[in-house]
């Protein structure tokens, strides 16, 4: 049984399901949508049969403990073999992944500035993406601000590898970001609204990746010069480009970041 069915198992004995929420409060854990007629149905731990918690509390868990030996500087892989594994029950998404392999200071770090209520404005979601799908996008500035020149596809693979090198999300470029990020999303706030970044109604990633970093990465822009720029960048056909299809291939990506910068500036 992997982790994530010990923590079930745990959370079952224990009555409540999840951590409680930010006023303390905990669901309860009933076992539910099972059949009618089983003798389980909306059963809590508590509320079982004698025999049947005996048998429970007498049960042994096992877990798979797994380890990248070489290469030593990362352990990509386990990111890999967990995301094959990740089969039944609820699939997790490959941010949710990362949080279990990668855990250290960077999990809560991105949590926090993900709940930026403009942020969350930005991406036209009125409370966090239950898969985290926005905590990824914070991951995905925070690794190509201030060293984009140093991206390789897949992105998939170097946000891995950027998790892992900054767990502790303690170096000057992490404090530095943790600053810049609220500045950056405000003055999107002012300079183009809450609703940018969607070429053709919906939000496009790539076009939000190209102007958020370059924000973050220069200080001095303005909300005038950023509504300028933005407008002249989304009438560039080379920027266009860069923006549909394979979007994530290492040409495209710095290709679309630098026209970014060389419009705001």
């Known amino acids: 049984?992997?982790?994530?069915?010990?923590?079930?198992?745990?959370?079952?004995?224990e009555g409540y399901f999840g951590q409680p929420d930010k006023n303390g409060k905990r669901q309860v854990f009933k076992l539910t949508g099972l059949s009618e007629k089983s003798p389980f149905r909306n059963k809590t731990f508590k509320s079982l049969e004698d025999k049947y918690q005996r048998k429970l509390r007498s049960s042994v868990l096992r877990a798979i403990n797994i380890r990248q030996l070489t290469p030593t500087e990362n352990s990509t892989s386990v990111f890999h073999i967990f995301e094959r594994l990740n089969t039944g029950g609820t699939t997790l998404k490959p941010q949710e992944i990362r949080n279990a392999v990668f855990r250290g200071d960077i999990v809560n770090e991105l949590k926090l500035m993900n709940a930026n209520p403009q942020w969350q404005k930005i991406l036209g979601l009125t409370k966090p993406d239950k898969n985290q799908k926005d905590v990824e996008l914070v991951l995905r500035l925070f690794s190509l601000y201030r060293q984009w020149d140093e991206y390789e596809k897949p992105m998939k693979e170097y946000l891995n590898t950027q998790m892992k090198r900054n767990r502790s999300f303690n170096t000057p470029r992490a404090s530095d970001f943790r600053q810049r990020f609220p500045v950056a999303v405000q003055l999107v706030v002012d300079g183009l609204g809450t609703k940018p970044f969607?070429?053709?109604?919906?939000?496009?990633?790539?076009?939000?990746?190209?102007?958020?970093?370059?924000?973050?990465?220069?200080?001095?822009?303005?909300?005038?010069?950023?509504?300028?720029?933005?407008?002249?960048?989304?009438?560039?056909?080379?920027?266009?480009?860069?923006?549909?299809?394979?979007?994530?291939?290492?040409?495209?990506?710095?290709?679309?970041?630098?026209?970014?910068?060389?419009?705001?500036?």
Do not use: W
């Not at 049984?1 to 004995?13: H, P, R, T, W």
């Not at 790539?206 to 973050?216: F, G, I, N, S």
């Not at 920027?239 to 990506?253: E, K, L, S």
């Open 1 to 13: 049984m992997g982790s994530k069915g010990c923590c079930l198992c745990f959370f079952f004995l």
């Open 198 to 265: 969607r070429p053709r109604r919906v939000i496009n990633a790539a076009v939000l990746e190209a102007v958020m970093v370059t924000v973050l990465e220069n200080a001095s822009i303005t909300p005038e010069q950023l509504r300028v720029g933005y407008e002249e960048l989304m009438n560039d056909e080379a920027f266009i480009r860069t923006t549909g299809g394979a979007t994530t291939d290492t040409r495209m990506v710095k290709d679309r970041l630098d026209l970014a910068r060389r419009h705001f500036e």
